[in-house]
């Protein structure tokens, strides 16, 4: 699975973003997708994962701000960021595994190139 993230950008605190990573391959629908973000000098963290039956999983910073949602006719999972704060200020990656478990980043097989998001204060 190659997987592609975009939406990234620079945004006042309080606004809002859209990233989207786009997945090659037909088995899109088996995978876990998750959301994953590291700030400079930290290490890399869980934000949201969305399971194979669409369950959905956040972390306790993002909850009730972001949404993780997924479109397996187009092979994309989105994270719709509302309420913008400088500590969203990361390089968000997208992910996949085709095993179980949500929160670490060492179960996921598959990572996408990352994408930008700054918030400015």
């Known amino acids: 699975v190659q997987l592609q993230a975009s939406g990234g950008g620079f945004v006042q605190a309080g606004g809002s973003l859209r990233l989207s990573c786009a997945a090659s391959?037909?088995?899109?629908?088996?995978?876990?997708m998750g959301w994953f973000r590291q700030a400079p000098g930290k290490e890399r963290e869980f934000v949201a994962a969305i399971s194979r039956m669409s369950n959905t999983y956040y972390a306790d910073s993002v909850k009730g701000r972001f949404t993780i949602s997924r479109d397996n006719a187009k092979n994309t999972v989105y994270l719709q960021m509302n309420s913008l704060k400088p500590d969203d200020t990361a390089v968000y990656y997208c992910?996949?595994?085709?095993?179980?478990?949500?929160?670490?980043?060492?179960?996921?097989?598959?990572w996408g190139q990352g994408t930008q998001v700054t918030v400015s204060s």
């Open positions: 391959g037909r088995t899109f629908s088996s995978y876990v």
């Open positions: 992910a996949a595994q085709g095993g179980t478990g949500y929160f670490s980043p060492r179960l996921y097989d598959y």
